[in-house]
């Protein structure tokens, strides 16, 4: 916990973190204000649910790999993870195990899934580029096992509340953004940036950095099965290559949300406003009548803006 | 004259909706939208070869309609290989209101749920190709893909006289499209022990990927008495494998894909071909409108599947240079066959 008179320690530890965030928050301001003037229909709790129903898993696998950026680690399976969650969720749900059981067993194959790479990337320190490219395969295999073909199934009701005309998704993103605040509190999660930022230090300090990596890998699988019992329950079945695209757009949303490659910068709120630039993105270029041609094109340079845009502030900052 | 010429024809295809709704309606379909009407085209990858032709077919058919009036506005959207996106896409359509959507799916099961609610709000879903597990849906169209693995394995069963060992060249694994054409072929494989299968591979539709594959395998296997191949690009890929490493051509089944057209007639191989037309593109768009204007279409319309061997391989390749190099040499199309497809119950 932080003492009273560590107040301003923190604040000051906050304004760095935010910087160059601002220019983010203002684009993704900027995108979703625009959408909402396109689509007159996002104001109203419909809208609202639609578009934080495909916009929710996209968030948690950000977080998912932002988690191991910010402790200099980095994640090729968090798609096949993805997927994983989905084809439990929907092999279990609408058996013996029912939905409750369903949710278990999701969380648990996510968080045991998550802690073994962490595990062997960090005992064995090996790259751990290469020991989740690995774990990419086997995960993607067992997927593959579980459910051939897509199909299962998730109990209506449960879509229902899941991916209704509710914004439970919203409020799910928001309860889970509180945990992580939650988290930094304890040790392990307050030994998170040090492990990532400077490990020899940490570990001198007596930080657990082994511990707090590990555990963030455990956090991350779980996380990413989680996004994949959420598409699940969203499309109402399970499909075991749906997770796929989301190994590389965790990276992009994280990076874009100014999370380094190389551990101890960023923010949990940057790589949440960067998963919501690139889904506002996809619904404002739609609405803008844009060819897929011109949508591949404008992608391109929004990310490339959004990730330049602090590097030129804080050039023009230095300068002036 | 030729406003007025149009207004008529707006003005009897009305009539000709309004009379029809009183009788039967298709699925989805309120009878609430005129003419002209908004058509999105739900794509799911649109950088291959294969989805620009078919891209192709449906703006020629848009053309058409909007000739007719009965069309002002098509819009596309492009997931780029996700299935996650697509269903983003597809929301923003129904958002935006469009009068009705055609589908090529990025998962057979993913976007059940976001096309029942287009069809909820009265949007004409038509789904072609790679299908989506749902009945939310005014009318699906494909060709058989159990068929096509059927059709294909009895073939090369035949042309070995029941005997032999073979490679099988698969679409990408968790597809159900590749499933379905895999699995097709299990019955005429199982009643014929003669066939050995010595090993099965699991590539996208590519011509390199299937090359890589298939070469690792020869330099495995001795011995290949034939291929079964499953998709175009492959029979491509595998042809171009042997072709480098001098093997003796064999039997080989495939897709009606250019190169691997060409490849045949060059090699003079003995081989078979079917296909997923382009056209179902176009058809799919020709459907939708037809079931906006009040016609009660199949819910299911079966393409038959058109076959190319060493007697028509000539037809086709007279008409190479109309296709793209990399792309698929289709059966010719009109209004008559579509009509013809939607008759048919």
């Known amino acids: ?320 | 004259m030729k406003a007025a010429v149009s207004a008529l024809c707006i003005g009897l295809f009305t009539c000709i909706g309004l009379v029809s709704e009183a009788s039967a309606a298709a699925k989805c379909i309120k009878g609430d939208r005129k003419a002209p009407y908004t058509i999105g085209w739900a794509n799911i990858y649109s950088v291959p070869t294969w989805m620009k032709q078919t891209e192709g077919t449906i703006a020629a058919e848009v053309e058409e309609l909007k000739k007719k009036g009965l069309v002002d506005k098509l819009v596309i959207t492009d997931a780029q290989g996700d299935a996650n996106v697509q269903i983003q896409q597809i929301q923003s359509m129904i958002d935006a209101d469009v009068d009705a959507i055609i589908l090529i799916a990025g998962s057979s099961t993913a976007p059940a749920r976001v096309v029942a609610d287009a069809c909820a709000k009265g949007i004409a879903v038509i789904n072609f190709d790679s299908l989506v597990d749902t009945d939310e849906v005014t009318a699906k169209i494909n060709t058989d893909s159990n068929e096509w693995g059927d059709t294909a394995a009895k073939w090369l069963i035949d042309q070995l006289g029941g005997k032999g060992k073979i490679l099988v060249l698969n679409g990408p694994a968790g597809i159900s499209v590749s499933d379905d054409r895999r699995k097709g072929a299990n019955a005429a494989l199982a009643a014929n022990p003669g066939i050995e299968i010595l090993a099965e591979t699991n590539t996208a539709y590519n011509v390199a990927p299937a090359q890589e594959a298939v070469t690792s395998l020869l330099f495995a296997h001795p011995q290949i008495d034939g291929i079964l191949s499953l998709g175009g690009a492959l029979s491509a890929g595998a042809i171009l494998a042997m072709d480098k490493q001098g093997r003796p051509m064999v039997p080989i089944t495939g897709e009606n894909a250019r190169q691997f057209l060409e490849l045949w007639k060059d090699k003079d191989l003995k081989s078979w071909a079917t296909m997923q037309p382009n056209w179902l593109g176009a058809l799919a768009t020709y459907t939708a409108v037809q079931a906006l204007e009040g016609k009660d279409v199949p819910a299911f319309v079966k393409v038959p599947l058109p076959i190319i061997d060493n007697s028509t391989i000539d037809s086709y390749l007279a008409r190479a240079k109309d296709f793209p190099a990399d792309g698929y040499i289709y059966s010719p199309y009109d209004q008559k066959l579509f009509d013809e497809l939607l008759a048919a119950k």
Do not use: H
Request: glycine share 12%; hydrophobic share 60%; charged share 10%.
């Open chain 1, 1 to 320: 916990m932080i003492r009273s008179g560590d107040t301003a320690l923190y604040w000051r530890a906050q304004r760095e973190r935010n910087r160059g965030l601002l220019g983010l928050f203002a684009v993704v301001a900027a995108f979703l204000a625009l959408y909402a003037y396109l689509f007159p229909g996002l104001l109203t709790v419909a809208g609202i649910s639609k578009f934080a129903q495909s916009w929710l898993p996209l968030a948690l696998v950000a977080m998912a790999q932002a988690i191991l950026m910010l402790t200099g680690g980095i994640s090729l399976a968090i798609g096949a993870t993805v997927s994983l969650g989905a084809v439990i969720a929907a092999t279990t749900m609408t058996g013996y195990l029912g939905v409750a059981g369903g949710v278990v067993a999701v969380s648990a194959a996510g968080l045991a899934i998550g802690a073994l790479c962490g595990v062997i990337a960090i005992r064995l320190r090996l790259p751990a580029i290469i020991v989740t490219l690995a774990a990419a395969f086997i995960i993607a295999g067992l997927a593959l096992l579980i459910l051939p073909r897509p199909g299962g199934a998730i109990p209506g009701w449960f879509s229902d509340l899941l991916a209704g005309n509710t914004p439970a998704a919203l409020f799910i993103l928001i309860f889970i953004a509180l945990l992580w605040k939650l988290y930094l509190a304890t040790p392990l999660g307050l030994s998170l940036y040090a492990a990532g930022e400077n490990p020899v230090g940490a570990y001198r300090a007596g930080v657990p950095v082994d511990a707090a990596r590990i555990a963030a890998y455990a956090i991350s699988g779980l996380l990413s099965t989680l996004a994949g019992l959420f598409i699940a329950a969203q499309t109402g079945s399970g499909d075991p290559v749906i997770g796929q695209a989301f190994t590389l757009n965790s990276i992009a949303a994280a990076v874009l949300g100014g999370v380094g490659f190389l551990g101890g910068r960023g923010t949990m709120r940057g790589a949440i406003a960067g998963s919501l630039l690139l889904s506002v993105m996809i619904n404002v270029m739609f609405f803008l009548g844009f060819s897929p041609v011109a949508q591949y094109v404008a992608q391109g340079l929004i990310i490339i803006g959004a990730v330049a845009l602090p590097q030129i502030t804080a050039r023009f900052r230095r300068t002036r």
